[in-house]
Structure formats: structure tokens, C-alpha cells
């Protein structure tokens, strides 16, 4: 994340930048308002060439993506975002459905937020995401059947070769491998990777662990996430 420049005249002259993707003029000038007044700058984009366009130039802290857009939809953003950015993403749409939010999360999205939404509620998911991604490193090595997790440079290697995860399958994958063999229920997952306002979530939590799979286990390897089903995960290797 960018660094905050000296204080002037007692105010802060660095201001995290959000792109903000939404082919609507006025969401666009909501999220402007609800992000000023929470100390973001917004970088408004009104379709995902534009941000993708604008995300390469301006390098933001973090992105609000519609998942509805006039030219490429809001999956196909995250997924060119994902190619070589690993600042937050949350998802914006009036689709609601569960199809739609496991192939934003499976896609790179960290987090799914339907319309309409409350501006609280957007903000202080915002902030778990952008806190999710700078938290600060643990000085620790974690090795098991060929997967490493590098917890203080926040790297993960399979096999040798880095496997490129988003801050949050980084932190769910600390956190199942630093408790390896205890089943760790779904409240106790989304409690300590998503925050308290996250415990009934499920569907996240399942989404990102299909990521955390996809990446992270070969076909003919061994599988280190093993399910409790109804219940929750352990890191079994």
C-alpha cells in the first residue's frame, strides 16, 4: 500500500486510492462521497477496460468492482486484476445470487458486497480487506509434502515454484496450517480471517477454500485441506 506523506498543517496529505468501477453515474458519485468522507481518494471508472486502463496507471490501494459492465463484466476485471495485482478487491452488483459470488470469489475477488448496500457496511468491509492485506509479517516457515508458507514474506511455495495467492486465501491458509490437525469450524475461520461480521458466511469461506485448493494442491499430489462436512476445515498434511 502507498506510504502517507508528511502531515500538513495538521492533516494528513496522503489519501488511499480505490478505483471504483460501476457503469452507473450515480453509484459513481455515491461511492465518490462515501469514500471522501471516509479519507479514501476515488478513482472512478465507468467500465473495465477503463479500469483496468486506470489501475495499471494509478496503482490503488484497493478496487470496487459492478459486477454488471457495458464491456467486460466484473469477473473478467478481478481475473486481469489477479494477472499481476494483489490489492483488494471487492465485488458490487444487484446480482445476489450464490453462482454469481463463488465465480467473483473464484476470480480474485476478496469480498462480495450486493446492492443495495449500506455505506457503513461497504466502508468497514473495505477496511477489513485493506487490514487483511497489511498485516504485518510473522517471522515463521511452515513446511508440509512439499507446500512452504514463508508467513513473514507472505510468500507460498508448492513444490519449489511460488504459487501466487490473494491476501485473503493467504491469511485463511496461515491460519489452517498454523492450527495443522485441529478441525477449525466455519464461525472459527470466518471469525478470524473475515472479522465478526462475517460469521454466518459460509458461502465465502467455501468459496476460498476451492481457491486455496485449485492453487495450492497438484492433481496427483496430496491434499492438505480436508473438509468436515456442516462442520469445518483442517490443515491435514
Known sequence: MSQASPPIDGRPAFRPRVLVCDDEAQILRALRVILRDDG?????????????????????????VDLVLPDLDGVEVCRRLREWSEMPIIVLSAVGDEDAKVRAL?????????????PRELIARLHAVLRRASDAPEDALIRADGLELDLAAR???????????????????RVLARNRGRLMTHRELLQTVWGGGYTEDTQVLRAHVANLRRKIEPTDGPRYIKTDPGVGYRFSA
Not at 479514501?40 to 470496487?64: H, K, N, Y
Request: glycine share 8%.
Open 40 to 64: 479514501f481518494e476515488a478513482l472512478p471508472a465507468s467500465d473495465g477496460e477503463e479500469a483496468l486502463d486506470m489501475a495499471a496507471v494509478q496503482r490503488p490501494d484497493a478496487a470496487i
Open 106 to 118: 473464484a476470480a480474485g475477488a476478496d469480498d462480495y458486497v450486493t446492492k443495495p448496500f449500506g
Open 155 to 173: 510468500v507460498v511455495r508448492r513444490d519449489g515454484s511460488d504459487v501466487h495467492l490473494t491476501p485473503t486465501e493467504f491469511d485463511l491458509l
